[in-house]
Each structure stands twice: as structure tokens, then as C-alpha cells.
């Protein structure tokens, strides 16, 4: 469906907010599973589903649904504090996106209430890491694990716990959107796999955690990347030689590197187009909420220097020289012809000029 709007952005570290609009349909539904439909559940969004977007452990409200109770349990779950719940989530989705507010929109919002796991409780020991995520000796904590009733006719048994709020939290924070979990709870058929999961989450945490230790003692650097190549081409049928291919480029930005060489910026890039980040479009300045966008390892610049005003100011007035190298590129050989050609040296046309 065409022209549809969708919305994901963060209201805090630990929770993410969804909202879309679509002029051509009012009847969405999500199912358990987390699959945005329409059509009483007849169809499955092909926006959503080509986004590889899912909600478990959500609820679709529709926009004149939304009450003061809904928005106030959300900020409370995302742990920031406010007067008016209601309409800051208006604002802070008005502010940040090009939404238009009425029937039409609707809200992926996380489960306002905390699921009830089946089951009785049973106080279980697991290995939870360290409550400061620091290294060193592991602690032990008893947890309740809730297990399903076991009758003559029983073919499984279902184990279940919250994840421990400590460290649901700080794996809310993993700068991987994908590596977060999706739920508060483990729902498994063995008493093992909540071990393991507990380890796995426990685990990411402590990664959090280093990641956020190394960033706070980070050095402010320049990345650098130039590459400059001249080719001979030919026809990819005859081999017929088709001239000289000169291509370069050369891009430098500002970024903080850890002492293990991870690199992140405060700055962020958005086209307005990706899955997560439409509405938002352009460069945006993170460093004041202290927001960083780690940057992947396959990121290879050919030069990382430490970062100084001089240093700074020098490339950007090379990136202004390439621009301006790239503008007249632009103007004197764009829909080139016999007479442009003339003109061009006639007027012994210099484009480095």
C-alpha cells in the first residue's frame, strides 16, 4: 500500500515507540505473533512484512483510542518521568516525524501490563553475572520460575521467568536494535534453555556495559577515506578500448574512537526512507542526549589522526575544493555535445578553477 507513513523512534534508551498512517486503510490488526494485517486479518502488510518488522508483546491502538492511562504506563515502562503523558507522546511524535494525527494513525506500542507467565512459582538459583557488570566473580540469585501444571494427560511442560529488570535494561540499551529482546520473559520447554537464555542475556549486558566504559574514556578522532584509481576499459564484446576510467573519492567525518579501536559518532544520518527511521530526515546532532551511533567494523578508513580544530577546519576546505571540482564537472560536461565542446575551448575553460 502506497504512501503509508511509519514512525520508529526511541522514547528512551529502553523503549521504542512504532506509529504509521495510511490513507487507504482503517482496519489494521496485529496478530500474537507480531504481524501488522488488514482486512479482518485477511492480508499481511506487505510494508511491514517487506521491512521485516514485527511486534510480539505488542498492541495496535488506533490513534483516537490512545488514552492518558495507555500513554502514562508507557513512560513508565521507558522510565522517564512526565505531567502530561499524553500529550508529550503527541508532541515527541509530532516533533520528530511528519505525522498527521487522526483516524488514520495508530500506535505499535510495547504491552502496557506485565504478561502473566502460567504456571506456580518456584524459586530456582541462576547465575545472573554481576549485578554492576563489572568483571569478576559471578552472582546467584533465586528466581521464580513458573512451570506448568503436570496431569496424567500432559505431553510438555512449560518453563517461564521474567528476565531480571537489571539486566532486561541494560540489553535495551545494545546499540544492535536487533540483539535487544523483544519481550521481558522466556517461555521455554526446559529448565536448561532458561539457564542458557539467562547466560546469553546476562552476558550482552556485561557487553553493554564495557561498550558504554570504553566510550566514556574515548578520544575524539578524524577518519579519513581517499581512493584515487585510473583504469584502461575496454568492450565487454570485442575488446574494443573505450578510453581511460579516472575515478576518486574522498569523504572524512568527526568520531570518537575506545581503546580497543571501536569508533562511534554523535551523529547520525537518516534518508527518511529505511524501515526505522522514516519521518526523520537528514543529519542528526546526538551529543547533547549523549546518544551514540556505533560504527560497524566493516567501516576501513584509510587514515584515523587524532582530532583537532586545525586539522578539522583544513578538511573540510579540501572537501569544499572536491565539491566545487565536482560542481563544474557538473555544469561544463553534463549532456556534453559538439557545440558545448567548442565553446568549452574557445573559452579555454580551466575546471579546476
Not at 488488514?38 to 488514552?67: E, I, Q, W
Not at 521467568?161 to 532486561?168: A, G, N, S, T
Request: with cysteine; proline share 3%; glycine share 4%.
Amino acid at each position: 500500500m502506497a504512501n503509508k507513513i511509519i514512525v520508529d523512534l526511541p522514547l528512551s534508551d529502553i523503549c521504542r515507540v512504532v506509529v504509521f498512517r495510511d490513507p487507504f486503510s482503517n482496519d489494521f490488526s496485529l496478530t500474537k505473533e507480531g504481524t501488522i494485517t488488514y482486512h479482518n486479518g485477511k492480508f499481511v502488510d506487505s510494508d511491514f512484512s517487506n521491512a521485516r518488522m514485527s511486534f510480539p508483546a505488542h498492541k495496535l491502538y488506533r490513534y483516537d483510542k490512545l488514552t492518558v492511562d495507555i500513554a502514562q504506563t508507557l513512560y513508565d515502562n521507558a522510565k522517564v518521568s512526565t505531567d502530561a503523558p499524553l500529550a508529550d507522546l503527541i508532541k515527541f511524535i509530532g516533533d520528530n516525524s511528519d505525522i498527521t494525527f487522526d483516524e488514520r494513525t495508530w500506535f505499535i506500542l510495547p504491552h502496557t501490563t506485565k504478561k502473566k507467565l502460567a504456571g506456580k512459582p518456584m524459586k530456582i538459583i541462576f547465575n545472573i553475572g554481576r549485578r554492576d557488570f563489572e568483571y569478576g566473580p559471578d552472582e546467584y540469585e533465586e528466581l521464580d520460575v513458573y512451570i506448568t501444571p503436570i496431569t496424567k494427560e500432559s505431553k510438555s511442560v512449560k518453563f517461564s521467568m521474567y528476565i531480571p529488570e537489571f539486566i532486561y535494561d541494560k540489553c535495551m540499551k545494545c546499540n544492535d536494535i536487533d540483539e535487544r529482546p523483544k519481550v521481558n520473559y522466556i517461555e521455554t520447554e526446559s529448565l536448561s534453555s532458561l539457564h542458557k537464555m539467562i547466560d546469553h542475556w546476562s552476558g550482552l549486558a556485561h557487553t553493554v556495559h564495557q561498550l558504554e566504559k570504553e566510550a566514556s574514556n574515548a578520544k575524539k578522532v578524524l577518519c579519513i577515506s581517499f581512493h584515487s584509481n585510473e583504469n584502461a576499459t575496454r568492450d565487454g564484446l570485442n575488446h574494443a578500448y573505450l578510453g581511460q576510467e579516472i575515478k576518486t573519492d574522498f569523504s572524512f567525518c568527526v568520531a570518537y574512537q575506545t581503546k580497543t579501536n571501536r569508533l562511534f559518532s554523535y551523529k547520525k544520518y537518516q534518508t527518511g526512507m529505511g524501515s526505522t527511521e522514516k519521518g526523520i530526515k537528514g543529519v542528526i546532532d546526538s551529543e547533547i542526549k549523549g546518544y551514540k551511533n556505533f560504527i560497524s567494523n566493516s567501516y576501513k578508513p584509510t587514515a584515523i589522526i587524532d582530532w583537532t580544530e586545525e586539522r578539522e577546519n583544513y578538511l573540510l576546505m579540501l572537501e569544499n575544493q572536491f565539491r566545487i571540482l565536482s560542481n563544474n564537472l557538473n555544469v561544463f560536461l553534463k549532456d556534453l555535445n559538439e557545440e558545448k565542446l567548442m565553446q568549452l575551448i574557445n573559452s579555454n575553460t580551466k575546471l579546476l578553477n
